[in-house]
């Protein structure tokens, strides 16, 4: 097993671009979460999905959008990139009330 | 205020020696703890659920004070491998399914020859 695997691992953009992150698992998860994590902060949640085809609002939600067509893979989008938007991004995915598990994560740089 | 609370550290720590430290959390409701281990540049990863009655696993000890709300990790015999972050990670209620977890910001180890 891959577990969970993110694409890309770097990205530079330049304001006002757009770009698709992808997180994939092979573990059959029900849940999955896209995170982002910034210096001195912890880990915020951005949007989840509870199952194929679902997609909820997380705590930081503004600027992206999310969509869970399959149950292995669930695609994080920025339309219009912003320096805030500059971060390392995490997902991760769970099963039941079993762990998270988090992909190794994308660097984005947003100039 | 932040949910989760951690000193950020450095705690800098002789091999073989002891470290502790703690995290407060705000939410009273909070019914689920767990420490997550981040090293440099890579993904959080389970170390250890934290248990009312406190827990231990190999040389880490956890321990709950719902009381005072905090929670404590505790690395006896520290190894060089043990240096990283350790990341506490709550969860609000066993009512949410949805299992969304707040994370504190990490408190750093580095453990030197």
């Known amino acids: 097993n891959a577990g969970v695997t993110q694409t890309p691992k770097f990205r530079v953009l330049k304001t006002g671009q757009s770009m698709t992150l992808l997180c994939a698992q092979d573990m059959n998860h029900e849940y999955m979460y896209w995170y982002r994590q910034d210096p001195g902060m912890g880990l915020r949640l951005i949007h989840y999905?509870?199952?194929?085809?679902?997609?909820a609002k997380g705590e930081v939600p503004d600027g992206y959008n999310v969509s869970r067509l399959k149950k292995q893979n669930f695609l994080l989008g920025l339309e219009s990139a912003a320096p805030s938007q500059t971060s390392v991004y995490f997902c991760?995915?769970?099963?039941?009330?079993?762990?998270?598990?988090f992909g190794p994560g994308t660097r984005l740089l947003v100039l | 205020r932040k949910e989760v609370e951690q000193d950020p550290g450095p705690f800098n720590v002789p091999e073989g020696a002891t470290v502790a430290f703690n995290c407060t959390y705000s939410?009273?409701?909070?019914?689920?703890f767990f420490w997550y281990r981040q090293d440099c540049r890579k993904e959080p990863k389970l170390l250890m659920s934290?248990?009312?009655s406190g827990n231990e696993d190999g040389r880490f000890t956890a321990q709950l004070n719902r009381a005072s709300q905090y929670i404590s990790l505790l690395i006896r015999d520290s190894k060089l491998s043990d240096s990283a972050t350790y990341l506490c990670?709550?969860?609000?209620?066993?009512?949410?399914?949805?299992?969304?977890?707040?994370f504190g910001a990490g408190t750093q180890v580095v453990v030197t020859p």
């Open positions: 990670v709550v969860r609000k209620a066993t009512t949410d399914s949805w299992g969304k977890l707040q």
């Open positions: 991760a995915s769970r099963q039941s009330q079993e762990t998270q598990y």
């Open positions: 934290v248990y009312s």
């Open positions: 939410n009273s409701a909070s019914q689920s």
């Open positions: 999905s509870v199952g194929e085809g679902t997609t």
